[in-house]
């Protein structure tokens, strides 16, 4: 019986330890100055209004309150936005990977004539677009104002996500795999939706949460397009509470009018952190189920010879 030893430990020597001692310190450090603002804007929503502009609030919250959360979620049209930008989000999301995988593949095969120059083309809009005031003619033109299309039709195609798909499409999934399944006669419509699609869906996923963040945070766009306050995004309701005029209707008679206005400028610190975290949660709790995706395992073992 043979008995493997295992090679001897180098030890360490003073520099090693001096090198991993100070990365550890700047490990730390980045995290702290990463994590500490969104640790900040927390504690802030929760802390008494008095207390955070007076700037005692550090790393634990202040007189513990819910007020700010309560005067954001009593303003009823908030679960008019929530609806409507969930909406937004997933149709635009939907259509924006239609139009974004099918482009990049086809423009992925070498076998695709006229490729560069439609990237070329494609690559020019990043430089020069039509810009706003166009842009706002085509879609009053096509009738698409103060539809759920004017939300997504401006930016149907990013093209730096196209880009991320073309590249991954090219030296991700190994064109030996393409030409087998030509060989077994698969069309290039199949090959993208049962090869091509299943093994890039690390890529996929992390444009398809491109694609939903930009859907959950535009405010802009709503603001030119969209008159209808039925239809507003989440994100154009919470703007307008910060203006603190489209409030108005939270008051509840003309003789509380002046101590709700009071009660509500001392609230304002809390509502204004609490607004960041009621607009980011559903974000924060999308990305962890995403997360998985992101590895690059899925290759492994796909080409054999």
């Not at 679960?79 to 924006?96: K, S």
């Amino acid at each position: 019986m043979i008995v493997m030893k295992k090679p001897p430990v180098k030890p360490r020597g003073r520099d090693d330890r001096i090198f991993e001692s100070v990365s550890l310190m700047v490990c730390i450090l980045v995290l702290i100055l990463v994590l500490y603002p969104l640790w900040y804007v927390i504690i802030c929503s929760f802390s008494d209004p008095n207390a955070v502009t007076g700037g005692q609030v550090t790393f634990f919250p202040v007189g513990f309150t819910l007020e700010g959360y309560d005067t954001i979620l009593d303003y009823q049209p908030i679960w008019i936005g929530y609806r409507n930008t969930i909406i937004y989000a997933l149709v635009g999301t939907a259509f924006n990977l239609a139009l974004t995988l099918p482009c990049a593949y086809a423009l992925s095969r070498p076998d695709f004539k006229g490729r560069n120059i439609i990237m070329m083309l494609f690559t020019f809009t990043m430089f020069f677009s039509g810009g706003t005031i166009p842009t706002y003619m085509v879609m009053k033109q096509i009738g698409a104002m103060d539809t759920i299309w004017a939300m997504i039709l401006p930016y149907a195609v990013n093209v730096m996500n196209l880009i991320i798909a073309r590249t991954y499409f090219q030296n991700s999934v190994p064109y030996e795999i393409q030409e087998a399944a030509m060989i077994d006669g698969c069309s290039n419509t199949k090959m993208f939706l049962r090869i091509v699609t299943p093994l890039s869906m690390p890529m996929i996923a992390v444009i398809m949460l491109y694609y939903m963040v930009t859907h959950w945070n535009v405010y802009f766009r709503a603001l030119l397009y969209i008159s209808d306050p039925d239809k507003y995004p989440l994100q154009l309701y919470l703007r307008n509470i910060l203006l603190f005029d489209q409030m108005l209707d939270l008051m509840e008679g003309d003789a509380e009018a002046i101590e709700a206005m009071t009660r509500r400028l001392q609230l304002r610190a809390s509502i204004k952190y609490g607004i960041v975290v009621v607009s980011s949660l559903p974000v924060l709790i999308i990305y962890p189920l995403l997360q998985k995706y992101f590895a690059k395992g899925i290759m492994v073992g796909a080409v054999k010879g």
